[in-house]
């Protein structure tokens, strides 16, 4: 117990004599960067040093004392660049990249009726879905996101493909009211739910999750049912809520309440509930969300493109509501970049409210780490850089053009840096990429196996439109 004593007190900045033969040997070491922890205390360490054990973070503090600490039998010399917690992205819909650009310049209801459920009704198969997740996974890998949220069919395959990348996923299965690929009915998709919780529980990356669809897409005793699983299995529940003034005027002409409102009435909020979007609340419905303890994921990008709205997002934080960020599904967005999530966010509440400081830098990297850490009832694990959490962080260069000079990092981190300047990640103690070359997939097999289900996405679309079939070009499917 010697070490923890001492490692607390070198952390709070008492530096003692260690010799090489005293100090703990860690199985890593990250020195000479700068250390944005974002911890309760804000602490950024410049020069600072990470030690990480297995699969858990044991010390975090000024360079000098961590290095006097602890010796590591592999060491990663980060000069020059910053060391973030790993980015979480509350809401996706991973395997959907390979819809990526399909159909775009669309409002919600059109783009989903038209086009995105005709599309997955004729695709989506368990094949499609992994062969999506890996390439969602890699996109994810290359800009520093380690831990993600997602809402699609055949959970099952994309829990398997997102411990075969090493990543972390909150992992939701979808039920909806009509027929899908992997259930004919709701109540098949509430048995294919129960099973998938039952067989990923207590996995070290993989947390299961049910994902009713919407309160649009499902009747009352569906919904009724979701939350009894949920609850009897004690399961984070994921839904789209309150997205466009098409789910409210719907909700309004069939139940006389708000969203929110209808689903507070049929019993359904619950504990580890994330709402995703928020666009359209009342303020009655912030009060509601705040006292029911759901967690929002905000998805600035994917609002902004389907002009479905902005969330209020400074409303709800004021309320007390937890909000984290997220990409939505890559063919909404059209990528799954959460350092272009946090940008956007930022600018969107400036613009929204006239306030420059609505949503500052700090608070944008709060909702893309920490904050998305307990949207997903996880924050005791993950979000921030602080001993006994796991160890899941990216290391991101400074040394672009556009990144110099340099006088604050996390203004850097908002404002300017993308998903490419992400050189090392580390998921649960395991390097999973380094100098930008991912250890965990096939770059180029993921990529060729991405561009065969273009061409056949290509082929299903234009066969369902009664059109003539054309080859998708390599890369991308055909105009």
């Known amino acids: 117990m010697l070490w923890r004593v001492l490692a607390a007190l070198a952390i709070a900045g008492t530096v003692f004599p260690f010799s090489q033969a005293t100090r703990r040997e860690v199985s890593l070491l990250i020195t000479g960067a700068t250390i944005v922890t974002m911890d309760s205390a804000g602490r950024v360490l410049s020069p600072g040093a990470v030690a990480i054990d297995g699969r858990d973070i044991v010390g975090v503090g000024s360079a ?30 991973a395997p959907m990249v390979l819809y990526r650009g399909l159909a775009d310049d669309l409002a919600l209801m059109e783009w989903l009726q038209k086009y995105i459920f005709p599309a997955e009704a004729k695709t ?39 411990k075969e990348a090493g990543i972390r996923g ?23 739910a129960t099973t998938f919780l039952q067989t990923w529980r ?18 009352t005793a569906t919904l009724k049912a979701i939350r009894a699983v949920a609850d009897r299995e004690r399961a984070p529940l994921i839904i789209h809520l309150a997205e466009t003034q ?45 006292r029911r303890h759901v967690g929002v994921s905000h998805n600035p990008e994917s609002n902004m493109k389907l002009a479905s709205g ?28 959460m350092f272009e999530a946090m940008r956007q966010a930022a600018f969107l509440a400036k613009h929204t409210t006239g306030d420059p400081r609505a949503i500052p830098a700090t608070t944008a990297l709060q909702m893309a780490t ?65 100098d930008r070359k991912v250890l965990t997939l096939d770059e180029a097999g993921v990529l060729a196996e991405a561009r065969e289900w273009a061409d056949k996405v290509a082929a299903a679309v234009r066969l369902a439109a009664g059109r003539p079939v054309a080859k998708a070009p390599a890369g991308r499917p055909a105009p």
Not at 255 to 280: C, D, K, M
Not at 282 to 287: G, K, W
Not at 312 to 337: F, H
């Open 124 to 162: 989506v198969s368990p094949e499609f879905v992994r062969a999506g997740t890996r390439l969602a996974a890699l996109e994810m890998i290359q800009s520093g996101t380690t831990a993600y949220a997602d809402m699609y069919y055949y959970e099952e395959e994309i829990a398997a493909a997102t």
């Open 202 to 219: 207590g996995d070290d990356l993989i947390v299961p999750a049910i994902a009713p669809h919407s309160m649009y897409t499902l009747d």
């Open 370 to 434: 920490i904050d998305g850490a307990r949207v997903l009832g996880m924050e005791r694990e993950i979000g921030s850089l602080e001993a006994g959490k796991r160890a899941d962080l990216a290391i991101v260069s400074m040394s672009a053009a556009r990144q110099t000079p340099l006088y604050d990092p996390i203004s850097h981190l908002v404002y300017t840096s993308r998903g490419d300047d992400v050189r090392t990640v580390i998921v649960n103690g395991r390097v999973v990429m380094r």
């Open 246 to 290: 098409d789910e409210v005027k719907i909700s309004r002409e069939k139940y006389n309440a708000t969203p929110v409102q209808y689903l507070e009435s049929i019993g359904f909020w619950g504990p580890r509930t994330v709402a995703a979007h928020g666009v359209r609340l009342t303020p009655a419905d912030i009060r509601l969300l705040a």
């Open 310 to 337: 902005a969330a209020p997002v400074v409303e709800l934080r004021k309320a007390g509501v937890v909000v984290g960020l997220g990409t939505d599904g890559a063919a909404s967005n059209n990528d799954l970049d």
């Open 64 to 93: 000098e004392s961590v290095q006097a600490q602890f010796a590591g039998r592999e060491t990663i010399d980060a000069s020059g660049q910053v060391v973030i917690p790993g980015l979480i992205n509350t809401h996706t819909h």
């Open 170 to 192: 909150v992992l939701g299965q979808t039920i909806i009211q009509f027929p899908v690929p992997d259930a004919k009915t709701p109540s098949e998709g509430i048995a294919r």
